[in-house]
């Protein structure tokens, strides 16, 4: 019985790094919705994190910043340690404070697009100052909703 147990742990897990890596597949390569993209991978961490808690919330974030690091410009690391203490604490959220159900998640996920997007603008935006205002009006509020 153990060993089914442990085997069923495997594919569920193997299944989830496919998953998570058809989403940056899906994030990076589908087509913006005007200029906007889409951002898959946070809510995925998000949720990975409240059922397999805060190891495996690392880890799987990890894994997804990772791939959305290497499809970006700019890859310096930002999205893949952002992913990885987003699902750290969302982890630990749901372990010891938050229960989880789709409100807390729907509240957790919102406030880590919110958290990054903002992040996001004000360390490759504003950081340069050229039209951070109407950047982050035309770019990164729609991209939060």
């Not at 147990?5 to 193997?14: A, D, E, G, P, Q």
């Not at 087509?31 to 799987?60: C, D, H, N, Q, S």
């Not at 890859?75 to 992913?83: N, Q, R, T, V, Y």
């Amino acid at each position: 019985m153990h060993t089914q147990r442990t085997k069923n742990s495997v594919k569920r897990r193997l299944l989830l790094a496919v998953v998570v890596i058809l989403a940056g597949l899906l994030q990076n390569c589908a087509l913006p919705v005007g200029r906007i993209g889409i951002l898959l991978l946070i809510p995925l961490t998000v949720i990975i994190a409240m059922f397999e808690k805060e190891f495996a919330g690392i880890l799987y974030g990890i894994l997804a910043g990772c791939i959305w690091d290497l499809s970006t410009a700019t890859s310096d690391g930002m999205k893949a340690l952002f992913l990885a203490l987003t699902g750290c604490i969302c982890g630990l959220l749901i372990r010891y404070i938050i229960r989880n159900t789709l409100l807390s998640a729907l509240a957790l996920c919102s406030t880590a697009t919110l958290l990054f997007s903002v992040g996001h603008w004000l360390f490759h935006v504003v950081a340069f100052g050229t039209g951070a205002f109407g950047a982050f009006l035309r770019f990164y509020f729609p991209q939060m909703l």
